[in-house]
């Protein structure tokens, strides 16, 4: 596949596949079945807004591969949730629970949408409609959902009441729910957690001391808000981070504590005391250690990719670099960790819930966290040892051990 900008996000991540199916010598064939998805749901879902009126939204559920193992990955609210960024998306979930070693395939779900127009009694009737629409292919055997952008543990207890009434109690059915329904302690933070993880043992690789790191998140939802949460906690200096409302920047370090309790006032970063506003595009150019994307896919594209100052770009969002950007970061020597790993640990963490909901058991908070940061590692180092072997990078490391793996399986079940 030719490298070119505005390339769509399925035949953008697809670019990755076929270069990592290049290294594994996958038949055209294979290669056939591995670039599309197994199954595309379009639903219509009609919502009664609380003024009367009746609004139609459009929705997805999008099944890419289960060769290892059910369906799994998210459900985005957002505009940007269309068709093919949904299919990006389910094909991104079948390489990273591959390279995390978790038994799972990929999908992703999603409604075109920005629920922040929305009332919590729209959004509810919303979920409610969408889950039903889409109940005769999800399951807790068959495909899992759990959040993505704009949904939570709120939404995933929707999802599992709606599911529940016609099929009885089923807490498996979705990850990421709330501790009272069975969601696992640790979920809600995994992702972050998981990126500052692979964050520290990249910056160990390079040689760099963690004293004095800086950090710019772009972002401040579950992903961002945790990582930044998560640094600041192990010392490193967090300088920037942003919202949808803009960017907030402080050279010496932002008391990331006390900014969630402004956010969680203001719903918004911007104004909080002691920084200055940029722009999101500031932050990403910002002269740092590190820069961790962490809100929507394409951020880091042509356009800005060679005015990156960051040594190290942790993933922390789905296809936050395009291709071209991937390959001019690489030239310049920036040492890029991919989405596929960088941010699984929320997809690990689910896989634990999961499995604490089929053995109607719960494990402690320490207990998670241990376990997540054992599988992020492992996983680390097979795709660094594999990278060092191969002279190539990291996300092209990932997607040929992920490759390989669902291969395999397929091989075995015996339709490739
Ligand atoms: N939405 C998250 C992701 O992109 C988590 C998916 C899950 O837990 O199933 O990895």
Redesign the pocket.
């Known amino acids: 596949m030719e490298l070119r900008e505005n390339m769509d996000p399925f035949d953008a991540v697809n670019y990755f596949f076929f270069r990592a199916a290049e290294i594994n010598k996958l038949s055209d064939a294979a290669m056939g079945v591995l670039s599309g998805t197994y199954r595309e749901l379009r639903v219509q879902i009609p919502v009664r807004r609380d003024n009367g009126d009746l609004h139609v939204f459009v929705g997805y559920r999008i099944q890419h591969n289960a060769a290892r193992g059910p369906y ?3 459900i985005r609210y957002h505009p940007s949730a269309v068709l093919d960024e949904v299919r990006a998306l389910a094909s991104l ?1 079948t390489w ?1 629970t591959a390279i995390v070693d978790i038994p799972f395939g990929g999908a992703k779900g999603g409604i075109e949408v920005d629920p922040r127009q929305m009332s919590q009694s729209e959004i509810s009737q919303m979920t409610r409609r969408y889950t039903n629409q889409i109940s005769h292919i999800i399951g807790s055997h068959r495909d899992i959902p ?3 952008v704009n949904t939570n543990a709120q939404t995933m207890a929707w999802m599992m009441d709606e599911y529940g009434k016609r099929h009885g109690h089923t807490p498996e059915i979705v ?2 729910k709330p501790i009272a329904l069975g969601g696992s302690y640790g979920r809600e933070a995994a ?1 972050g957690r998981g990126c500052v993880i692979l964050m520290e043992n990249a910056l160990k690789e390079m040689g760099v001391a963690s004293d004095g790191v800086s950090v710019a998140i772009q972002g401040f939802g579950n992903v961002g808000s945790w990582a930044a949460s998560v640094a600041h906690a192990l010392g490193y200096k967090v300088v920037s981070v942003s919202d949808v409302n803009g960017a907030i920047y402080n050279g010496a370090g932002i008391d990331v504590q006390k900014l969630l309790g402004f956010h969680a006032e203001t719903d918004s970063v911007v104004g909080f005391p002691g920084t200055e506003k940029i722009t999101n595009s500031e932050l990403i150019e910002l002269d740092v250690d590190v820069l961790m994307p962490a809100a929507l896919g394409e951020v880091v594209t042509q356009a800005n990719a060679d005015r990156i100052r960051c040594k190290l770009l942790i993933e922390g969002a ?1 296809h936050p670099v395009t291709p071209i950007a991937d390959k001019i970061l690489t030239d310049r020597g920036v040492k890029v960790v991919p989405d596929i790993l960088a ?2 640990g ?2 690990i963490v ?1 896989y634990f819930e999961w499995t604490q909901n089929i053995q109607q058991f719960r494990w402690d908070e320490e207990d998670v966290n241990t376990r997540l940061a054992n599988r992020l590692n492992s996983a680390h180092l097979v795709v660094n040892d594999f990278a060092d072997a191969n002279n190539c990078t990291l996300r092209e490391a990932a997607f040929a051990l992920a490759v390989q793996r669902v291969t395999e399986a397929a091989h075995l079940r015996g339709y490739l």
């Open positions: 799994k990955g998210g979930m990273k759990a959040p993505d990850t990421g992702t789905n941010n699984a929320g997809v689910s």
